[in-house]
T-cell receptor
Framework: DQQVKQNSPSLSVQEGRISILNCDYT??????FLWYKKYPAEGPTFLIS?????DKNEDGRFTVFLNKSAKHLSLHIVPSQPGDSAVYFC???????????FGAGTTVTVRA | KAGVTQTPRYLIKTRGQQVTLSCSPI?????VSWYQQTPGQGLQFLFE???????NKGNFPGRFSGRQFSNSRSEMNVSTLELGDSALYLC?????????????FGPGTRLTVT
């Protein structure tokens, strides 16, 4: 039962443009959401997170938006850079559940 | 501060054997979690430990077990290996005692079962 879904397996974007990655969830108990970036042969790297009491969190080029009523979150990367080419995972957790539920990932390719 | 370390990085085992993977968390982190990543199932939660106690366990058979030591280092064991156990096993650590938190991952151990 996939509680976190990333419906776009891949995204191609031109360098300098905006990358928008989407994520949907079904579990209403989730109250904390995270984005991770993963290069081949490495572990996921934490990028940015957002609590359910907020609807936006920004960190440099990365902004995460949360729409609780739609159970939807998105990650915006502006501007996209070649080093951003990686697999991006959306993850969610419920309070005191002590685990992350991950989406299937979206492979981002930034074209020069 | 050093990151999460996992040993070994690569492992090849035969069906029916058992394997032990090791994880050292970031200094000061007392929560350690394990995940399995496969192409078909993505990242799946195995278990989480805090202060040597398992607080949550994923939906995996009893062949998968783990433990945590008093220095927060953790090991996971897979007995009677099956071909389907071939995967990247990731360890993550966190400094949070409870509530929502970020987990920081190690590079993983690539297990191949032949």
């Amino acid at each position: 039962d996939q509680q976190v879904k990333q419906n776009s397996p891949s995204l191609s974007v031109q360098e300098g443009r905006i990358s928008i990655l989407n994520c949907d969830y079904t579990n209403s108990m989730f109250d904390y959401f995270l984005w991770y970036k993963k290069y081949p042969a490495e572990g996921p790297t934490f990028l940015i997170s957002i609590s359910s009491i907020k609807d936006k969190n920004e960190d440099g080029r990365f902004t995460v938006f949360l729409n609780k009523s739609a159970k939807h979150l998105s990650l915006h990367i502006v501007p996209s850079q070649p080093g951003d080419s990686a697999v991006y995972f959306c993850a969610a957790s419920a309070r005191d559940d002590y685990k992350l539920s991950f989406g299937a990932g979206t492979t981002v390719t930034v074209r020069a | 501060k050093a990151g999460v370390t996992q040993t070994p990085r690569y492992l090849i085992k035969t069906r029916g054997q058992q394997v032990t993977l090791s994880c050292s968390p970031i200094s000061g982190h007392r929560s350690v979690s394990w995940y399995q990543q496969t192409p078909g199932q993505g990242l799946q939660f195995l278990f989480e430990y805090f202060s040597e106690t398992q607080r949550n366990k994923g939906n995996f058979p009893g062949r998968f077990s783990g433990r945590q030591f008093s220095n927060s280092r953790s090991e996971m064991n897979v007995s009677t290996l099956e071909l389907g156990d071939s995967a990247l096993y990731l360890c993550a650590s966190s400094s949070q005692v409870s509530g929502p938190y970020e987990q920081y991952f190690g590079p993983g151990t690539r297990l191949t079962v032949t």
